[in-house]
């Protein structure tokens, strides 16, 4: 967890960056300071930074929330590949991980002009990450089709005998097939063996005496044969069924088989490579949603910034990282320090901060969360 603050200036930039540091570090211990430098944006008119204010709020919510979920979409496909012994893909920003990204923020000059009207800034911003969250819904939609179908595959392979493919389970030396003799393949739950056993040979006329056994068992089903005059095969059925007994419509085909295997082993493979590449792409698109938020986080704090001090600009921003067992104390040595210039007032919401007039905290400072752990 991170503050993003702006501290009204104490004379200069350098001395209020030196106090802040004696008060809430070298003396204390309760936070890690970073400087968080913004370049010379395009301050626009009062009402035009009012509004943006406004809509920084929303903006920032729905960037922080595309963000994690690219993030935890990542962080899943890693624990694939993880299982699986493999490297997961690397979660960098611009090169280094999120946190140094943040610690060592730079302003982004070439993608985002400071002289561009804010507005059009937060929209360029709003555009890619809505781009990157669209993406993301195709391509985990595609994973999760591919996924679907694997998983569909594997039940018909290692499934319950009432719906496996028995291509994999029955073998030639398994059946008879003449102009007059048949074999069929019937599930019958293991509770109902004896009964099987005792009774198929009375389902019909021109069933074959003993020729029912075993091929196959699951946990709860055993899957047997049965050998019989073709011309009496329906009759059998319909007597088989009626006593509860699932006949498996299956005729032996080598070549099926072999047709089988190869689509089983295409289809893992089609839902590998996707799974890397929605891997990769996640990694990438993390790093680009995640610069972004960044981005309207700056822009937001420079905003809230001259709403509170007016101009010319005359603040600091700071990225703290405050010790969790001293968050109160902080708080209160801040508002010491730095609650006798600019308004008196700021409130801080739980999701990341707000204007005036928002639900939550109140300091006397510019500040408001940034989680890159959700």
């Not at 590949?81 to 982004?108: H, I």
């Not at 009774?199 to 006329?205: A, G, I, L, M, Q």
Request: glycine share 4%; net charge negative; charged share 25%.
């Amino acid at each position: 967890m991170y503050w993003l603050c702006a501290l009204p200036l104490l004379d200069s930039k350098d001395r209020t960056w030196n106090l802040l540091q004696q008060k809430t570090t070298y003396d204390t211990d309760m936070s890690i300071n970073y400087r968080f430098e913004l370049p010379e944006l395009r301050i626009g008119t009062l009402d035009s930074l009012m509004v943006l204010s406004d809509d920084l709020v929303k903006v920032n919510g729905l960037m922080e929330a595309v963000v994690n979920k690219i993030r935890r979409q990542l962080f899943e496909m890693q624990t694939l590949t993880a299982n699986e012994d493999k490297d997961p893909q690397e979660v960098l920003v611009e090169g280094m991980p999120p946190d140094n990204y943040l610690e060592r923020f730079s302003w982004d000059e070439a993608k985002y002009p400071p002289r561009r009207p804010l507005q059009e800034t937060i929209s360029t911003l709003t555009e890619t990450v809505q781009r990157l969250e669209d993406d993301l819904k195709v391509r985990v939609s595609e994973y999760n089709q591919v996924k679907g179908q694997v998983n569909q595959q594997s039940r018909k392979q290692t499934g319950s005998l009432a719906v496996r493919d028995l291509a994999g389970v029955v073998s030639s030396k398994d059946i008879i097939s003449t102009e007059n003799l048949v074999t069929l393949f019937v599930v019958v739950s293991k509770h109902t063996k004896l009964e099987w056993q005792s009774s198929y040979e009375k389902f019909c006329e021109f069933v074959v005496p003993r020729s029912s056994k075993v091929v196959a068992e699951d946990t709860d089903n055993a899957l047997f044969t049965v050998t019989l005059f073709r011309r009496v095969a329906d009759t059998f059925k319909t007597a088989a069924r009626t006593r509860g007994f699932q006949v498996r419509e299956y005729e032996y085909d080598p070549d099926h088989q072999q047709e089988s295997q190869a689509a089983s082993q295409s289809l893992q493979s089609d839902a590998q490579a996707k799974r890397s590449q929605l891997e990769e792409w996640s990694a990438t698109a993390y790093g680009e949603a995640f610069s972004a938020w960044i981005h309207t986080c700056a822009v937001r704090l420079f905003t809230e910034s001259i709403l509170r001090y007016g101009l010319p600009p005359q603040f600091l921003g700071v990225l703290m990282k405050p010790n969790p067992k001293a968050q109160a104390k902080l708080r209160k040595s801040l508002a010491s320090v730095f609650g006798s210039t600019g308004s008196d007032k700021y409130f801080d919401d739980k999701e990341g901060g707000g204007p005036p007039g928002a639900e939550g905290e109140m300091y006397p400072y510019v500040s408001f969360s940034i989680s890159i752990d959700s």
